[in-house]
């Protein structure tokens, strides 16, 4: 008899055992909706953060170059030397964005931070480009396999109002060098333009006293 009632205690005490209660179906059912709707605000979140940097210039990767600038037009707002100049959009942080011609060298303006003086033909290579599109509305044409160049600038052909492109009248006008450390789709024709610029003695091939040469 009392190995009987031995097992009817033990057999008891395993029914008062009770397992935590698990989350009823309504909470979660509940609890995934929560879920749900807070990834679904921070992807819309992130998503308007990333189209806001885009648009002003945040993101500085290369579908984001071609898109913003490949084909757009817009004002030269400032002129930095022969070669280089800055136009009205934003680009990471900055109120606009400075561009490099593609496929051209003019010589160095003076830099007396480093102790430099200008290249010769350096400041009429400067006024040259400044007459030509300082305030003006230009548009850019970039080379897929390469946006940027030194310094984070866009490199790109400017084409000026009249369709003609800057980079080549300031290499007709002698004053500026064919650069072919890179390729490029105009490279053959600005070589054709360097050496007829050459063979004409304009600018850097002939006018010693550096004269801004009337290239119409």
């Known amino acids: 008899m009392s190995s009987n009632h031995g097992a ?5 005490a395993r029914r008062r055992v009770r397992r935590p209660a698990g989350p009823s179906p309504d909470g979660f059912v509940r609890t995934r909706a929560v879920r749900r709707i807070v990834v679904v ?10 189209s806001w940097a885009d648009h002003h210039g945040w993101l500085l990767y290369q579908g984001s170059d071609w898109r913003r600038y490949d084909g757009q037009s817009f004002v030269v707002t ?3 030397d022969g070669d280089t100049i800055e136009v009205d959009a934003p680009d990471g942080g900055r109120a606009t964005t400075r561009v490099r011609l593609w496929g051209i060298d003019t010589p160095e303006k003076a830099d007396p931070r480093a102790g430099r003086s200008a290249e010769p033909f350096a400041d009429a290579a400067t006024e040259f480009t400044r007459q030509q599109c300082e ?6 044409m970039l080379e897929s396999h390469r946006m940027r160049g030194r310094f984070n600038r866009i490199v790109a052909y400017v084409e000026l109002p009249d369709g003609l492109l ?9 004053l500026a060098r064919a650069d072919d450390r890179f390729d490029h789709r105009m490279l053959e024709r600005f070589n054709l333009i360097a050496v007829q610029a050459k063979r004409d003695k304009v600018g850097l091939w002939g006018d010693v006293e550096g004269r801004i040469p009337n290239v119409e």
């Open 8 to 12: 009817s205690g033990h057999r008891s």
């Open 166 to 174: 800057l980079n080549e009248r300031l290499l007709a006008a002698g």
């Open 78 to 80: 400032r002129v930095i």
């Open 41 to 50: 605000i921070v992807a819309v979140i992130a998503l308007s953060a990333l």
């Open 135 to 140: 305030q003006k509305t230009v548009r850019l």
